[in-house]
Each structure stands twice: as C-alpha cells, then as structure tokens.
C-alpha cells in the first residue's frame, strides 16, 4: 500500500522560512514524479514544485527563487524548503507521487504566514 507521509507545516511570520518533508511507504525511485500543491481556501489545488525520478525539477512562477524542491533517495523522502514565505502562501500543502499513472497524495500539512 502506498502512503505518503508529510510533516514540517506550522505558523511563521511572513519573511520566514519552513521545510516541508514527505516520507513515502515505499522506495521513492518507482515514482515517475513527485511534488507538491497546495490549496487555499476557496481556492482550487495548485501545484507549486515537482521532480522527476532523474532529479529535474519545475517550479510555479509564484515560488519561483523563494522554494526548492528536493529529495532523499535513502530515506524515501522529497522536501520542500520555503524561504521568504509571503502571507499569499498561507495554504494546505500536499504531498504527491505519480506511479503508473495512478496518482497518490498525502493528507496534507497546514502552513500558515502570518505576523
């Protein structure tokens, strides 16, 4: 069964910085990309960064400079660090891993900008 695991969310004051971690059931190779969206209220899910199998990875404009995304092949886990947080990051964000065209998320981890 595949499960993806996220942590890292909480409240920062805007200009901050948090690190969001996503530990998968199994070995993060088989997915043929892995990433992270995010939702706002009121809001449809948006994808903020994704990275392949081979380490490529693509960004929103949004977050652009500010996020990195990344992984951790020996502990099956992808992170998402985020510095110079903005208020308009305030969201759930969720976990995602794409295997045989099956799609797998998270339960998702609140982060919240705010002074």
């Known amino acids: 069964q595949v499960q993806l695991v996220e942590s890292g969310g909480g409240l920062v004051q805007p200009g901050g910085s948090l690190r969001l971690s996503c530990a998968a059931s199994i070995t993060i190779f088989r997915f043929n990309v892995m990433g992270w969206y995010r939702q706002a209220p009121g809001k449809e899910r948006e994808l903020v960064a994704r990275?392949?199998?081979?380490?490529?990875?693509n960004y929103a404009d949004s977050v652009k400079g500010r996020f990195t995304i990344s992984r951790d092949n020996a502990k099956n886990t992808i992170y998402l660090q985020m510095n110079s947080l903005k208020a308009e990051d305030t969201a759930v964000y969720y976990c995602?891993?794409?295997?045989?065209?099956?799609?797998?998320w998270g339960q998702g981890t609140q982060v919240t900008v705010s002074s």
């Open positions: 990275i392949t199998s081979t380490g490529s990875a």
């Open positions: 995602s891993g794409t295997l045989f065209n099956a799609d797998y």
